[in-house]
Structure formats: C-alpha cells, structure tokens
C-alpha cells in the first residue's frame, strides 16, 4: 500500500511540475518565439517587372496590455531585416483603447521600411474598440488604408494591384467598390481580415492572392485535437496556405495574443512572399 501511495505522489507531483513547464513555456516562450515563414508564390497575371517582389505580412498585432513598445519593435525589426518592396497588415492592431496605445502603434509603423508602401485593413477588435481612432493612427503612420479600395504599384508601364475590404464581421464591406475600383490587367493581391470571405473573393476570379489573419490559427493547439477554438469567419482557412478556385489564399498565424495571452504549438508568425512571374 506504501509503494502505491509513493507511486500515486510520484506521478502526481510529475504531472504538476509537466503543467508549470507547459504553462511556463506557454506564457513565457512561445509569444516571443516568432517564425519567419517563407513563401515562393507564381501569380499567373503577374508581370515580369514585378518578377522578385517581395511582400512581407504579418496581422493581429493587437497592441496593449500583451503586445507592448519592446515585443512590437522586434516584429519590426523582423520585418524590416526581410528587405520588403511591399508590408501589409490584415487587422486587429489593438484589442481595446487604441487611444492609450497609439504612440506605441505609431511609433512601431513607422519604423517599417518597405521599398513602396505599407498597406492594411482593419479587423474586428478594431471596430470593436474605436476604428475612427485606429484609422486615424494608421494616418499618422502613414500605412495606407484599404478600405474597400485599391491601390497600384507601377514599374514602368506594368502594374501591381494591393487592394482590400473592410472587416467582414463588424464593418462595411464591399467588394463590388474594390473591383470597380481595378483595372482589368495585372495580378491583384487582396486584403481582408477574416479568412473565410475567400469562399466569396475567389468567385470573383480577379484576385491571384489573398492574404488574411484573425484566427490566430487557434492561439492554443494540441497534438491529434488541433486548436481547442477557432473564431466565427475563422473555421474553414483557419492557418497557412490555401487554394481556393484560382486563387491562392494564405492565413497568418498573427504575432499577437488575446484571451490568456499564451500560445502553444501555435508560433506568432512573419510571412514573406516572394512573387514569381509565369515562366515565358
């Protein structure tokens, strides 16, 4: 009876001290533990002079009380040290009070050094906080808002296309304004925060590649049972890569937190384009 009490103690004090390391590691090393994801993409109307382009994303930075001045400036540093032509964020910059957060927010984007522009779209906790203000901080940064727009990045007489629409949960989209808005030439990169409005873009068939956040990929995962939740908008492409119809669709694990603010098997994450021509 001793030996089992001993055994039973054992393994008790085993399982605790395997939780602390779990939940250490979770809170403490995973969140700062970012990977810079690599990806070579064909975009088929894509030009030759665009051959190389180079679009670095990151999304859901949700500055606050998780994401303060030091962990926001080595995202930038990351994304700076990929020498981007083009930066582009998909939403979520806060989680709530983008007021007290906006020399932090401000401070960071502008720090960001691509070749051409940096480019977003709000998301949810955006809208949820004060959007009015949000945009007003991305103003200020000088990041270009998308907002049921586009924009063209020329080089010589051929043309880029970056363009977005507003957060499908809780703001304005519209998606016939973006597309009245491109040209009929020339590959199109399209920005939305929820990842699942590729079921809708894709059927357009203008765009090459969409590129999203939101779901944090689940924030928390486990082996075999994957992440414990996954938001609305945020079921069907909830991480990496997709393709949808014609058209390619990417969803970033975010560089932020919300809920407990802890990640496991589930790394922030820099994703980095390279966009290729099709071959002559």
Known sequence: ????????????????????????????????????????????????????????????????????????????????????????????????????????LIGGL????????TAGVLGNHDYWSDPVEVRRILKESGVLDLNNSAYTIQRGSEQLHIAGVDDIWSGEPDLDAVLEQLPGEGAAVLLVHEPDFADTSSLTGRFDLELSGHSHAGQIRFPVVGALFLPPYGKIYPEGRYEVGDMIHYTNRGVGMVQLGARLLCRPEITVFTLQAPAA
Not at 20 to 35: G, M, T, V
Not at 82 to 88: E, G, K, N, S, T
Not at 110 to 117: A, D, E, M, V
């Open 1 to 104: 009876m001793k030996r089992f009490f001993r055994r039973l103690v054992s393994g008790i004090l085993i399982a605790l001290a395997l939780c602390i390391a779990i939940a250490s590691y979770s809170f403490h090393i995973e969140p700062a533990w970012i990977e810079v994801v690599q990806h070579s993409e064909t975009l088929p109307r894509l030009s030759p002079a665009f051959q190389g382009f180079k679009i670095v994303h990151i999304s859901d930075p949700h500055v606050g009380r998780l994401m303060g001045q030091e962990r926001l400036n080595q995202i930038i540093d990351l994304v700076n040290g990929q020498d981007p032509d083009l930066v582009v964020i998909t939403g979520d910059f806060v989680t709530h009070h983008p007021d007290r957060y906006a020399d932090i």
């Open 110 to 117: 502008r720090r960001l050094t691509p070749t051409q522009k």
